[in-house]
């Protein structure tokens, strides 16, 4: 064999070791600079609260900042893409909701693979939505009843928050069994949605409670009813979920948020993130900060975690072959 071949091998050899023990070292050392924290939606909206919530206390776990990046679009798609591309060394995560799988779905295209492509670092909780009306609607509408009568024959706008979101599957089954004539108005977000309820653009939308309860306790918008199996508890006492008002229960549907990572994340940081997160949803403190903005805690470790994603993308599929919630565009 060549010496200079021999020589070569023989470098190879010697610095592959070295290599696995800088990783190791990096490993060790994690995180010893800021990390980035992907928000698929724009700022201001159910995500980005929740995100931001978990960045401050994560960030006094881990010893680093956590620099929120809000990129918007595509139903959440595009910066979910984003952060499955990502290099995998544990300095961008991706903070999601149940869009996470929706969103591929209703496109019919699968730039990632929600499940396969990420690591789940943890489920936060649970949210239910409320279906509420701006001030296009008159005054005298206060209840959903009162809203489908109003409604009939009238030519209604929607707002969603994202083509293949939680909202934009209840708005279609509302005007299918309540035998509304419905367009629906697709935003990159809850808070532009909102801004646009507000502003009479819209007739009604459904969002989410953190988002929107700020607004609600305001009385600048107003909700006739709720999703999900119960009532949310600061509407109680006057609000009912759409199945109590006779709707079928297929509204028994509630999203999730959580965090994950690239999945070629090495096993020890993912062990890590997974850690220090189990800490900050289960803290005394978030529990009591996530029933201020009315989502249930709902704290999973990884496998369950997974295990609840893999049962939602399959109720998903489901969903949107019945209401062909497909995009065409």
Known sequence: MHRRTVLGLAAQGLAIPALARAQDRAEARYP????????????????????????EDLQAELGQPIIIENRGGGGGMIGTEF???????????????????????????????????????????????SFCIGPSVPAAVTTLA??????????LAF?????????????ALLAQEAGLRVTQVAYRGEAPML????????????????????????????PLATGGPDRVPSLAAEVPTLIELGYSRRFDFTGFTGLFAPVRVPAPIC???AEAFRKVATSPGMLRRLRAIDTVPGYEEPARFRASIQRTL????????????????
């Not at 009162?146 to 030519?155: M, N, S």
């Open 32 to 55: 010893d600079r800021p990390i980035r924290m992907i928000v698929p939606f724009p700022a201001g909206g159910g995500t980005d609260v929740w995100a931001r919530m978990v960045c």
């Open 83 to 129: 952060a499955a591309k990502a290099v995998p060394d544990g300095y961008t995560l991706l903070y999601n909701i149940t869009t996470h799988v929706q969103a591929p779905v209703t496109f019919r295209r699968f730039p990632y693979d929600p499940v396969g492509d990420f690591f789940p670092v943890g489920r936060l909780g649970t949210t239910a939505i």
């Open 146 to 155: 009162e809203f489908v009568a109003w409604g009939r024959g009238r030519d």
């Open 159 to 171: 707002g969603n928050y994202g083509q293949g979101s939680t909202g934009h599957a209840f708005a």
């Open 195 to 222: 801004q646009d309820l507000l502003a009479s653009s819209v007739h009604a939308s459904f969002n989410s409670m953190t988002a929107s309860g700020e607004m609600i306790r305001l009385r600048r918008i107003r």
């Open 271 to 273: 062990e890590r993130l």
């Open 314 to 329: 399959r109720q998903w599929e489901e969903l949107a072959a019945g209401l062909d919630l497909y995009a065409t565009g």
